[in-house]
């Protein structure tokens, strides 16, 4: 079965830090990765995608992706955090089942909780 | 943010009530979505429509009944709800739907059934 997984409900990290926010799949053949961002009281706002080429993707707000083909996983990334980073991020992976219209598959959502 | 707008922000309905949400958006683009969204749960994909065309529905109770009359309108008609049905649901647009290019979402629906 297709699926997106985002092990972590939640992931805290001191202003200045480096973070990380992860996720592994599971699909047939090469995969379509996303990822998205929810602001209080907003709708998701996408970030970065993965098609094909470089294995890191470059995205908005200085977010950035690594692509790992042998660990089937597209974490999230961005060198020095910030305040405002704080939100809810959702990795979706591209329905690569046969027969299927190739809907996104949302993860669950993790929870980053960036602190002064 | 204005890209796609939903209509109410906010709803309470009884259970006998009929309500419908409205999305529409401003982008030009050609596939329009309803999800679900509850909490400590994935997004539950709903509704698809493609230039207009039903082309996914994903298992949804037909108490909820979607309406796309052009690719920049999208209706949720609601009758008969649960409280198990109260969600924020989300509207979203694409250029073509497949899973290829982004999404867009609105900001949301806060629907309460009371």
């Known amino acids: 079965a297709q699926s997106v997984a985002q092990p972590e409900d939640q992931v805290n990290v001191a202003e200045g830090n480096p973070l990380t926010v992860k996720c592994t799949y599971s699909?047939?053949?090469?995969?379509?990765l996303f990822w998205y961002v929810q602001y209080p009281n907003r709708g998701l706002q996408f970030l970065l995608k993965?098609?094909?080429?470089?294995?890191l993707v470059k995205g908005s707000y200085g977010f950035e992706a690594e692509f790992n083909k042998s660990q089937t996983s597209f974490h999230l990334k961005k060198p020095s955090a910030l305040v405002s980073d704080s939100a809810l991020y959702f990795c979706a992976v591209r329905d690569m089942a046969a027969g299927s219209q190739g809907n996104l598959i949302f993860g669950k959502g993790t929870k980053l909780s960036v602190k002064p | 943010e204005t890209g796609v707008t939903q209509t109410p922000r906010h709803l309470v309905m009884g259970m006998t009530n009929k309500k419908s949400l409205k999305c529409e958006q401003h982008l030009g683009h050609n596939a329009m979505y309803w999800y679900k969204q509850s909490a400590k749960k994935p997004l539950e994909l709903m509704f698809v429509y493609n230039f207009k065309e039903q082309t996914e529905n994903n298992s949804v109770p037909s108490r909820f009944s979607p309406e796309c009359p052009n690719s920049s309108h999208l209706f949720l008609h609601l009758h008969t709800l649960q409280p198990e049905d109260s969600a924020l649901y989300l509207c979203a647009s694409s250029q073509a739907s497949g899973g290829f290019n982004e999404q867009f979402f609105g900001p949301g629906t806060r629907l309460t059934v009371l």
């Open positions: 993965y098609i094909t080429g470089d294995n």
């Open positions: 699909v047939s053949g090469n995969p379509y």
